[in-house]
């Protein structure tokens, strides 16, 4: 059963798992959103179906998986298993915890259940505690927010800024990462890997900035010695994408190796089939079929069937057929992606 209690479409969201009075809560914290579920069972449920993931969860360690009553002996193992289910969803993982924990539970037992995912720990009679705790673990909680959604709004302004010269070169950066994503989820890849290709798309062509002016945006055809310079793009991208965080190691990947081809055939290592990179695969098709649908300085842009079917040629000899089908599968979202920014530039 779900009983909730909205104070703000904007406050953050607190999850109580477990039988409590759902008012009472509400006048002990006024300041957010309070959802009050009974069991294990719906409250996966209930995430599984949310928009909005909630930021903190409260677990009573008597939470039944279902609707039952566990004695004292399993008290242990349903604040464990709900704990550790909830942690294999990649939103939870950085989605704080605090049990609140049956006064017969020994301090051993406790430690044990912190061990695997909750955050903290408070008494059920102990209320100012947990009113405490709840404060500190949501700033915190919505201070990280903050500070991954600066991150993300950073790595886009750096991706646009490479292409600022050129309008619609800017959009191609946040119209490719958004291709991405969607080929990536048809994969089969899994959402928390989609999220880090997404972020990191835009910054693929990042090493446009050590080509020069007349060649970067040039009209006609490259000359032999301007296509080995433009080549050299993938190689600068990889070097000015210095750090060791998870995204800036998956944009030095799809960086370099985004023109390399299925057959061998690409740059700047003529990687062949499994060899390259998936990530990279990935943005490399995102990045031709947004550039094919896109007017450029030396075509006109190709209608979405046309580009369709121009990749659907091109799949065993520049990409994967495995990539192929998984943008096939996505295509009724490309065609509401390449809609909306159409829409805009109207």
């Known amino acids: 059963m779900e009983n909730v209690v909205q104070q703000n479409a904007n406050a953050p969201i607190i999850i109580f798992a477990g039988k409590c009075d759902t008012q009472s809560l509400a006048g002990l914290f006024p300041d957010y959103n309070i959802i009050n579920i009974e069991t294990g069972a719906e409250l996966l449920k209930w995430l599984a179906e949310a928009d909005n993931f909630p930021d903190l969860f409260v677990i009573d360690t ?20 709900l704990c550790k289910t909830l942690k294999i969803d990649h939103r939870a993982k950085e989605t704080p915890i605090i049990l609140l924990v049956n006064r017969e539970l020994s301090d051993e037992e406790i430690v044990e259940l912190l061990e695997v995912g909750a955050i903290d720990s408070v008494r059920e009679d102990q209320v100012k505690t947990l009113a405490h705790k709840i404060g500190i673990q949501v700033t915190k909680r919505i201070s990280h927010k903050q500070l991954l959604k600066t991150r993300e709004e950073l790595v886009r302004i750096i991706g646009r800024a490479v292409e600022y010269k050129n309008t619609e070169a800017a959009l191609h950066v946040t119209k490719t990462a958004r291709y991405a994503k969607e080929i990536a989820l048809a994969y089969g890849v899994d959402q928390e890997e989609c999220e880090l290709i997404y972020l990191a798309a835009p910054l693929h062509d990042i090493g446009n900035v050590i080509i020069p002016a007349e060649i970067l945006y040039k009209k006609g055809d490259f000359t032999a010695r301007e296509r080995k310079i433009m080549k050299e793009h993938t190689l600068a991208g990889w070097k000015l994408l210095s750090g060791q965080t998870p995204l800036i190691i998956l944009a030095k990947e799809i960086a370099l190796n985004h023109h390399e081809r299925w057959d061998g055939s690409g740059y700047p290592r003529g ?29 006109g842009k ?14 065993g000899v520049e990409f994967d057929q495995k990539i192929v089908a998984a943008f096939l599968k996505a295509r009724p979202k490309f065609l509401e992606i390449h809609d909306s920014f159409a829409k805009r530039q109207e």
């Open 302 to 315: 190709w209608s979405v069937d046309m580009a369709t079917e121009g990749i659907k040629k091109s799949a």
């Open 62 to 81: 008597k939470t039944p998986l279902a609707e039952s009553k566990p004695d004292k002996l399993s008290v242990q193992l349903y604040g464990r298993q």
């Open 271 to 299: 990687l062949k089939a499994g060899a390259i990179p998936l990530a990279a695969q990935i943005v490399a098709l995102a990045d031709v079929f947004e550039a094919l649908t896109s007017d450029r300085l030396y075509r």
